[in-house]
């Protein structure tokens, strides 16, 4: 099973909602990954969890909080966005080599498209 | 930004040709990454080139890597519309830092 799976699909929130998106996947591994991407941009980083530890947090501003309740699973929960925070945000995993340094393929959920209103 | 740099930003050919993007960073890498996207979706991964290699292939793609210019290349050869995609290199620095670069956008005309 090479799959990563993303919950919801899409999602529309007012700025004052909390709301959570959802990532899972089975392949064992231990580092997984937050990105947002507007349109027509690459993907930028926004997180990075190694063995259930936040390892990687670029700057991201505290309205988004990552979660990693296990192995499988990673949370990203939104609580009063704005709308320049309406963009597709992809969840990906890897995995990690002995020295704890990321492996090299991620493989990427299909993301969550959020709209916030 | 870490993020590298890629150009074309969009590339029409028509089926049967070859395209060729391209794709400069900044700083000393651990291995450069190409992905494709298609409309909007996740990103797939195709190809990955260690710092320490000059050219890999994977069936009708063809990556190059220049460490002295920090530049890498993407060849898609006898392209199919099925090809139709955005295509971004990754760059890995340390441990689990990849930074993306801007994307070209490849249409492959039947």
């Known amino acids: 099973d090479t799959e990563v799976t993303q919950t919801p699909k899409h999602l529309v929130m007012g700025m004052t909602n909390k709301k959570s998106l959802k990532c899972e996947q089975h392949?064992?591994?231990?580092?997984m990954y937050w990105y947002k991407q507007k349109a027509k941009k690459p993907p930028e980083l926004m997180f990075v969890y190694s063995y259930e530890k936040l390892s990687i947090n670029e700057s991201v501003p505290s309205r988004f909080s990552p979660e990693c309740p296990n192995s499988s699973l990673l949370n990203l929960h939104l609580h009063a966005l704005q709308p320049e925070d309406s963009a597709l945000y992809l969840c990906a995993s890897s995995q990690l080599g002995t020295s704890g340094g990321g492996q090299e393929t991620q493989y990427f959920g299909p993301g969550t498209r959020l709209l916030v209103l | 930004s870490q993020q590298g740099e890629e150009d074309p930003q969009a590339l029409s050919i028509q089926e049967g040709e070859n395209a060729t993007m391209n794709c400069s960073y900044k700083t000393s890498i651990n291995n450069l990454q190409w992905y494709r996207q298609n409309s909007g979706r996740g990103l797939v991964h195709l190809i990955l080139?260690?710092?320490?290699?000059r050219e890999k292939h994977s069936g009708r793609l063809r990556v190059t890597l220049d460490t002295s210019k920090k530049s890498s290349s993407l060849l898609i050869t006898a392209s199919r519309a099925a090809d139709t995609a955005s295509y971004f290199c990754?760059?890995?620095?340390?441990?689990?830092?990849?930074?993306f670069g801007s994307g070209t956008k490849l249409n492959v005309k039947p």
């Open positions: 392949m064992g591994h231990r580092a």
């Open positions: 990754a760059v890995r620095y340390n441990f689990n830092k990849f930074y």
């Open positions: 080139i260690r710092s320490n290699e």
